[in-house]
């Protein structure tokens, strides 16, 4: 199988959707199968659209390259269309919208959480062939070898880590902490690190700021501390808490997005109100919590499993989405494929000089 995802990969730091298509592609390039990032060669049996706008450093291809491709190329492919985002988390008021519009050239969609699909349903994105498929994170670099299960005579070492430094990572909260840490009688109980980008102009007094960090130098500096926290609001799944879960730290989750949905039953719930009340709440019950973390289910090979059987199973009915397409023009064939034939040109230079 050839499947072809739309992300320019980025090494090191860069965020969840740049993780997922690392993550991804190595789970189908091990289990035999080829993967490229663009709609050069003629034999993709799947499309998978993950960034439709063109404006972000990680598209590689939108849906209006994909009805190119579909319309003159080949029309035997599949098209999946993977929604992680949306306005609610970035504070806008034109990405579902967008996202909506670009989902027209999808055959299938698949969301990472429930609450991000209910909320897309609402907006009126079409209810055929949706699908929901849980992140999850690499486990050569996010296990719980060597994590530094707390003794309960030290203080709690809290973390959270973040790419993006949008306000609705949960900045608010982490300040809060930041302060808590400063007064009787917390500082004689918990610390606080933060590990990432931080806001411009943002800074805390109180707490230990690591630098963004990447693979296994991420687990390692994770598995330093004893329980994770997570404020981020209106997040549609995130990768920070998977990655801090999947290392055996207990999770701290405001009540927000589909992070309950990964969440729920590793750890307790908060909101703006309770946090300190909840904070003492898993202090009581630390022991339990870190003993449930040993059942966290959600890995990149578990997500990795769940694509390709949903590849597979679709792919084998791919007639009938076939049928579904329009029929194009002679001439706006005879264009397009000039076009792409430019592009292919293209795209080989390109990794003719840069090797």
């Known amino acids: 199988m050839k499947i072809a995802i739309g992300t320019n990969i980025k090494d090191g730091p860069w965020g969840g959707g740049n993780a997922f298509a690392r993550n991804l592609s190595s789970f189908l390039i091990e289990s035999g199968h080829e993967v490229v990032y663009s709609l050069v060669d003629k034999d993709i049996d799947i499309i998978l659209l993950t960034e439709p706008r063109k404006i972000s450093e990680t598209s590689s291809f939108n849906h209006k390259d994909i009805d ?16 992680n985002e949306c306005d609610q988390r970035k504070g806008t008021n034109y990405i579902n919208e967008y996202l909506i519009k670009s989902n027209s050239v999808a055959d299938v969609t698949i969301f990472v959480s429930r609450w991000l699909e209910n909320l897309y349903i609402e907006d009126g994105i079409s209810k055929k062939n949706l699908h929901t498929i849980m992140a999850g994170a690499n486990k050569t670099f996010f296990n719980p070898k060597n994590f530094n ?33 400063s007064v009787e009688p917390w500082k004689d109980i918990i610390e606080f690190t933060y590990i990432g980008n931080l806001p411009k102009n943002y800074k805390f007094d109180n707490s230990n700021v690591v630098e963004p960090l990447y693979g296994v130098e991420l ?13 981020s609001l209106f997040e549609p799944s995130g990768n920070h808490h998977i990655e801090a879960a999947q290392c055996g730290l207990p999770i701290l989750y405001i009540n927000s997005g589909g992070v309950t ?42 997500m990795g499993r769940e694509f390709l059987l949903l590849f597979s199973e679709l792919l ?11 029929n194009v023009s002679k001439f706006k064939i005879y264009i397009h494929k000039f076009l792409w034939k430019l592009n292919r040109i293209y795209y080989r230079l390109v990794i003719k000089f840069n090797r």
């Not at 003794?151 to 949008?166: Q, S």
């Open 68 to 83: 190119e491709y579909l319309s003159v190329i080949n029309n035997n492919s599949i098209v999946f269309h993977r929604i």
């Open 149 to 181: 299960s707390w003794n309960e005579k030290d203080k709690l070492k809290i973390v959270t880590h973040h790419w993006g430094t949008n306000k609705n990572k949960g900045y608010e909260v982490y300040k809060y902490i930041d302060q808590l840490i």
């Open 219 to 231: 687990g390692n500096e994770l598995k330093k501390n004893h329980l994770y926290i997570t404020g």
């Open 261 to 302: 949905e990964y969440c729920k039953d590793y750890g307790i719930e908060f909101n703006d109100s309770n946090l300190e009340e909840k904070i003492n709440e898993i202090i009581e019950q630390y022991e339990v919590y870190e003993k449930k973390m040993e059942t966290y289910p959600l890995s990149s090979e578990k």
């Open 316 to 326: 084998s009915k791919k007639i009938s989405f076939i049928k579904k397409r329009k």
